[in-house]
């Protein structure tokens, strides 16, 4: 199958074509006027160049003047707005203050923007990375809760895969539910991610005490950072990692 040839403006070339388009141009002129001169040595021996031709030949030589001064004068203007954009571009995405200490640690400008692409191309990577394990994380959880659906013998189960989305998503190792127990008081494991359930058989924690009860009267979110030796908590001390992240989970108002 032949090939299709499109015309398109030089506008809207790359800058090495451009270049390699302005250096022929702009090489025309010397080459015709050595042509010129050879042809004559070779036929006559000699150089006879008239007034009228040396006029013309330094009009010619002034407008090829020109013509390389206004070409490359474009051509450097078009890489000048290159660096421009690429360096608006990568202020907007690194930020101004990142961008700044890469430009401060390299002099050469167009090494600087090399370094800062390879960075955008790393956190792209690391989004990718994180997109594909969320995909991850999203397909298990799918998967789950449609084996639930079926055949829901009990709702631990979905206790259990709330727990372990959350503490996945929060890049933590271990992941418990406490709930309120009516009739002995206090809060009691009922689901637990990263340590068996078992294990928490018999731990009850008091509500008028311990490191939950600021979360459960602000109803708000905490983060511990450590470990606070209050009466009730003793039991789970062995079994929690800190910092520990504290958030209330409201039904029924309680």
Excluded at 30 to 49: A, D, H, M, R
Excluded at 74 to 84: A, E, R
Excluded at 221 to 247: F, K, R
Aim: proline letters at 4%.
């Amino acid at each position: 199958m032949a090939r299709k040839w499109a015309l398109r403006s030089l506008r809207d070339s790359s800058v090495v074509l451009k270049f390699h388009v302005f250096f022929v141009v702009m090489s025309l002129l010397p080459l015709t006027i050595l042509f010129y001169l050879y042809w004559q040595i070779k036929e006559s021996g000699q150089i006879p160049v008239s007034v009228d031709e040396l006029n013309n030949v330094l009009l010619l030589v002034s407008v090829g003047i020109l013509v390389g001064y206004f070409s490359m004068r474009m051509l450097l203007k078009g890489l000048v707005d290159v660096v421009h954009s690429s360096t608006r571009r990568l202020k907007e995405i690194l930020g101004p203050q990142a961008l700044q200490d890469v430009l401060k640690a390299d002099e050469d400008e167009i090494e600087a923007l090399t370094q800062s692409f390879n960075e955008v191309t790393a956190r792209l990577m690391e989004n990718v990375s994180d997109l594909e394990a969320t995909r991850k994380t999203l397909r298990s959880v799918l998967i789950r809760v449609g084996h639930g659906g079926v055949g829901v013998s009990s709702i631990t189960a979905f206790f259990d895969l709330i727990v372990e989305t959350i503490t996945n998503a929060l890049d933590g190792r271990k992941g418990f539910l406490l709930v309120v127990d009516d009739e002995k008081g206090g809060l009691i494991p009922r689901a637990t991610y990263g340590v068996p359930l078992k294990s928490l058989e018999g731990v009850r924690v008091p509500l008028d005490s311990g490191i939950f009860l600021p979360v459960l009267q602000g109803r708000m979110t905490a983060i511990i950072p450590g470990v606070s030796n209050v009466h009730g908590q003793e039991l789970l001390s062995g079994l929690l990692e800190y910092p520990l992240i504290c958030a209330p989970l409201l039904v029924n108002d309680r």
